[in-house]
């Protein structure tokens, strides 16, 4: 008996699709060099984030290695799996960017995609506190002084 292809991508294959968006915005990389590092196509790095092809587990790995996360980072989140403190808000800021946000409109999300990576970098519970604080004291100062941010 043949097995019929499904024409939906599989829940798995999207959430692991969907984390891999997330790192490589993360690391600043595009679909284009992701793909080049790894030796494929952006259409098929495009068909992995979109869970359409599934990831194969040295694909994986090799994700993995590049964008600095473990592959168990690609399946957080799924039945209850434990989260380390990972940058949570990075699909939603990845949304904005591809919004057709250009130009200088984009500065300010890129700035927030770097910040929360580099953010998601720092181990040290009292120096993440301290960022925190220092980012708040920031902010409420810039709109104080009525040099609030665009």
């Known amino acids: 008996m043949k097995r ?7 829940p798995m294959d999207v959430h692991v699709g969907s984390r891999l968006r997330s790192a490589r915005l993360l690391a600043g990389y595009s679909q284009g060099k992701l793909a ?3 030796g494929l196509t952006f259409q098929q790095v495009q068909k992995y984030e979109k869970g359409m ?9 090799q994700f993995a290695e590049l964008l600095n996360v473990s592959p168990a980072y690609f399946f957080e989140g799924v039945d209850g799996a434990q989260r ?27 700035q927030a ?11 040290d519970p009292a120096t ?14 810039a709109t104080h002084t009525g040099n609030a941010p665009l």
């Open 36 to 38: 080049a590092f790894v």
């Open 113 to 123: 995609l770097d910040l929360l990576h580099h953010f998601g970098l720092v181990r």
């Open 128 to 141: 993440r506190a301290s960022i925190v604080h220092l980012v708040k004291a920031a902010a409420a100062g």
């Open 84 to 110: 380390a403190p990972q940058p949570a808000t990075a699909n939603d800021l990845s949304e904005l960017l591809d919004a057709g946000i250009e130009g200088d409109a984009a500065r300010p999300q890129r």
């Open 53 to 61: 092809n599934r990831i194969g587990a040295s694909r994986l790995q």
């Open 4 to 10: 019929q292809k499904s024409t939906h991508p599989h």
